[in-house]
C-alpha cells in the first residue's frame, strides 16, 4: 500500500507493484470522493519532468477531485535515462512483456486491485517522451486501456535507437502508413475493441515536429477503420478539433493542432474551469488538454 511522498500535490508512492523490469518509480493520487469502480487515469511526465511536477502543471489531480478519478503517475529514474524520458525507441523497453511497458501494466493492475476500479474505464496520457510511451503502452497492452491521449509525443514503432529517435522527432522518415498500421497489429494478439485516441500537439513545436501528431492519427485510423478525412471539424476554445467516428458514430479519434504553441502539453489555468499553473512545457494558451481529454473520456459527465 501507498505511504506519503511529502509532497504538496498530495501524491503518495506505490511501493510495490509486480516484478517491475523497468526499474520505474510510481505515484498514485486517490480523491477522497473516488467511488467504488471508478475510473483509473495513467498519467507519464515528459523528459525533465518529475510526476509531481507534470501533475502539478497539468492540474490532474484538481480534475479528480472534482470528478473522482484515480490517478496513477509512472515516473522515470535517472539511472535509466539522464533526462528521466521514458525510453519509448529502446531496445527492451518497447515491447509486450518486458521493460517499462510491464512495469506500468504491473502498476495498473495493483492499483486497479488495491482501489477496486472499473478495468474497463482505464485511460492513459502522456506528454513528450511520456506521450510517446502512451502509444508504447496502447499498441503493447490495448485490452487494458479505453483511451489514449498523446501530447507532442510519437507514434508507436517510429525508432530504434536514440539516433532514429532523434531524427524522428525532427520528422524526417518513419514508417509509412502500411507499416505504422502494422506495427500495432503486430505488437499484441488483441482484435479489439480499440481504445479511442487523442492526439495534442503545438503547431510551433520544434522539439517534436508537428507531423508526428498526423502520423499518430494515421497509424489508428487504419485500426479503427476511419480512414480519409475527418468526420467532422469543429472549434473548441478558440482551437480546430478534428474528429473521426466510426460506423456507429462514436467518436474514435480527434486531433488539435495548437496553432502558434510551441513544445508542452497546452493548458487554462485562470477562470470557472481553469486547472493547473504554467511552467516549463506546461504552456498557457487558453484551452486545457487535461478537462477536454477526460470529456473525450466521458469522464467529466
Known amino acids: 500500500m501507498p505511504t506519503s511522498s511529502g509532497s504538496d500535490n498530495q501524491l503518495t508512492h506505490l511501493e ?25 487515469v495513467v498519467v507519464l511526465h515528459g523528459s525533465t519532468q518529475s510526476a509531481e511536477s507534470y501533475n502539478r502543471g497539468s492540474g490532474w489531480s484538481e480534475l479528480a477531485d472534482e470528478c473522482g478519478i484515480a490517478l496513477l503517475y509512472p515516473e522515470q529514474r535517472k539511472t535509466n535515462n539522464p533526462l528521466s524520458s521514458f525510453n519509448w525507441f529502446k531496445s527492451g523497453d518497447t515491447d509486450r512483456g518486458g521493460g517499462e511497458p510491464l512495469s506500468i501494466r504491473h502498476m495498473i493492475e495493483q492499483v486497479v486491485d488495491d482501489y477496486t476500479i472499473d478495468p474497463s474505464r482505464v485511460f492513459i496520457t502522456g506528454m513528450s517522451s511520456g506521450g510517446a510511451m502512451t502509444s508504447v503502452m496502447l ?23 536514440l539516433m532514429e529517435a532523434m531524427v524522428r522527432m525532427k520528422g524526417y522518415g518513419g514508417p509509412s502508413d502500411n507499416k505504422l498500421d502494422a506495427l500495432v497489429r503486430d505488437a499484441s494478439t488483441f482484435a479489439g475493441p480499440w481504445p479511442t485516441i487523442s492526439v495534442w500537439h503545438g503547431g510551433s ?14 497509424q489508428w485510423q487504419q485500426i479503427h477503420e476511419v480512414e480519409g478525412p475527418p468526420t467532422r471539424e469543429e472549434e473548441v476554445d478558440g482551437f480546430t478539433r478534428q474528429v473521426w467516428c466510426n460506423s456507429d458514430e462514436r467518436e474514435v479519434i480527434d486531433e488539435y493542432i495548437i496553432e502558434g504553441m510551441g513544445h508542452g502539453t497546452p493548458i487554462m489555468a485562470e477562470g470557472d474551469e481553469g486547472l493547473g499553473e504554467e511552467d516549463k512545457y506546461m504552456l498557457e494558451v487558453g484551452i486545457s488538454s487535461t478537462r477536454h481529454i477526460a470529456h473525450f473520456w466521458g469522464l467529466t459527465q
Open 16 to 40: 510495490k507493484f509486480g516484478t517491475d523490469p523497468g526499474s520505474l518509480h510510481a505515484d498514485i493520487y486517490i480523491p477522497e470522493n473516488f467511488p467504488k469502480n471508478g475510473p483509473l
Open 139 to 161: 499498441a503493447t497492452y490495448p485490452e487494458v486501456f479505453a483511451g489514449g491521449a498523446i501530447i507532442a509525443g510519437l507514434p508507436y514503432g517510429s525508432a530504434d535507437n
Open 205 to 218: 513545436d520544434s522539439t517534436v515536429d508537428n507531423s508526428n501528431a498526423d502520423s499518430i492519427v494515421r
